[in-house]
């Protein structure tokens, strides 16, 4: 990880093999804006480089995840079509490393996850929250279509019917309904938040990182049809079969040592 990184926006930290990467603009809470877009891509970017980072955790700063997009600094902006479709397709390419990354990314949540940081919850493979996380795809209030990869994600989740709900109604999903939804893993009040990430953050960090991108690369497929989906999961368990992780957890098994990857039990 590079020591001369310095970010306005965002802070990201790295201990024991898990990344912290915190949105950090609690004045207006967390609110999403092209700098905090383009300190993402940097960040991520660092991340995928270095292979000594096993799991990322995303949060956000004082008790806030995302309020959304700053909507005083894109009304500032004077853009034609032309503009805004460069401007969505530079985002697409700044946070497509976040939505692909081949480790875990946890999403803790506290507070608003509303628009775009509804969004970035959205792209994690879990997500933990507390009580009074909120969560609103937003965009309809103002006018615009659901933006940072929803339209991707979110029917994976809810599937098609809640999600096209979700996105027009624009409403208010407590913390709650969130989990009762699936958007949810688990509820934890706010002082053992962090505490539940870095132990599943930690956890994750000693499985296997051939068995967990393959996991994850396979489960984001698009194909959906058995024959494709086999063939994927035959030459996976080819690669996994393979690697020393494999054969060193077999061997512990067999000599009934303690297990190289455990979950962590929930509090």
């Known amino acids: 990880m590079p020591s001369d ?3 306005e926006r965002i802070r990201l930290d790295v201990q024991d093999q898990v990344a912290i990467l915190t ?3 609690p004045c207006k809470r967390n609110a999403f804006d092209l700098l905090m877009r383009e300190e993402i891509g940097l960040a991520m970017a660092c991340v995928r480089q270095d292979l000594g980072i096993r799991a990322l955790i995303l949060t956000g700063a004082d008790g806030h995840f995302c309020s959304g997009g700053d909507l005083r600094n894109m009304a500032s902006v004077d853009l034609d079509n032309a503009g805004w479709h460069q401007r969505m397709q530079s985002l697409h390419h700044g946070l497509r490393d976040l939505l692909t990354l081949d480790r875990p990314v946890i ?6 996850a509303a628009g775009a940081g509804f969004s ?3 792209m994690a493979d879990f997500v933990l929250a507390t009580p009074r996380a909120r969560f609103c795809m937003s ?3 103002v006018g615009l279509v ?3 990869a929803a339209f991707y994600t979110l029917p994976r989740i809810v599937g098609q019917q809640r999600a096209r709900e979700l996105m027009l109604s624009a409403r ?8 009762q939804l699936g958007l949810v893993l688990e509820l934890h009040e706010p002082d053992g938040l962090m505490a539940r990430a870095r132990a599943m953050a930690g956890s994750l960090a000693q499985a296997s990182p051939t068995a967990v991108s393959l996991i994850k690369r396979t489960l984001a497929s698009p194909a959906q049809d058995l024959a494709t989906l086999l063939e994927m999961e035959a ?6 079969a393979g690697t020393p992780y494999h054969h060193e957890a077999v061997q512990r098994f067999l000599n009934k040592e303690p297990a190289l990857y455990q979950w962590p039990a929930n509090p």
């Open 5 to 7: 990184l310095a970010f």
């Open 235 to 240: 030459s996976g368990q080819a690669l996994a």
């Open 120 to 122: 970035l919850a959205l």
């Open 172 to 179: 208010d999903v407590g913390a709650a309904e969130a989990l």
């Open 107 to 112: 999403a803790a949540v506290d507070g608003a």
């Open 146 to 148: 659901p933006d940072c």
């Open 23 to 25: 949105l950090n603009n």
């Open 139 to 141: 965009f309809m209030k």
